[in-house]
């Protein structure tokens, strides 16, 4: 099975930037979606950026303007450029990909990394 792995996260002071990745283990034939979420401690997983296989893109209120989620096809990558960061902004941050396929006749199915740490301090 496919598998989402993340890279990019770290400490940084509020206003700095982090650029995240995230690669998918193998090839894939095609996708529906490739997504960010976080969760911070003690709330539920939220998305925050997600980019359509077509290029299309949608935000969470709170990071527009900030983040940016782009796309390399070629190599099944998603990156999350996030700047003006926030303490708020803190959590472990997991991609997604849903709608996987790898073959022609195959199902599709959806996968979850395994999450990087995103801490902002004041």
């Known amino acids: 099975q496919v598998q989402p792995v993340e890279s990019g996260g770290g400490l940084v002071q509020a206003g700095g930037s982090l650029r995240l990745s995230c690669a998918a283990s193998?090839?894939?034939?095609?996708?529906?979606?490739m997504g960010w979420y976080r969760q911070a401690p003690g709330k539920q997983r939220e998305l925050v950026a997600r980019?359509?296989?077509?290029?299309?893109?949608n935000y969470a209120d709170s990071v527009k303007g900030r983040f940016t989620i782009s796309m390399d096809n070629a190599k099944n990558t998603v990156y999350l450029q996030m700047n003006s960061l926030k303490p708020e902004d803190t959590a472990v941050y997991y991609c997604?990909?849903?709608?996987?396929?790898?073959?022609?006749?195959?199902?599709?199915?959806?996968?979850w990394g395994q999450g990087t740490q995103v801490t902002v301090s004041s």
């Open positions: 980019i359509w296989s077509g290029g299309s893109t």
């Open positions: 193998r090839a894939i034939l095609s996708f529906n979606n």
């Open positions: 997604n990909i849903e709608g996987i396929r790898t073959t022609f006749v195959g199902r599709r199915y959806d996968s």
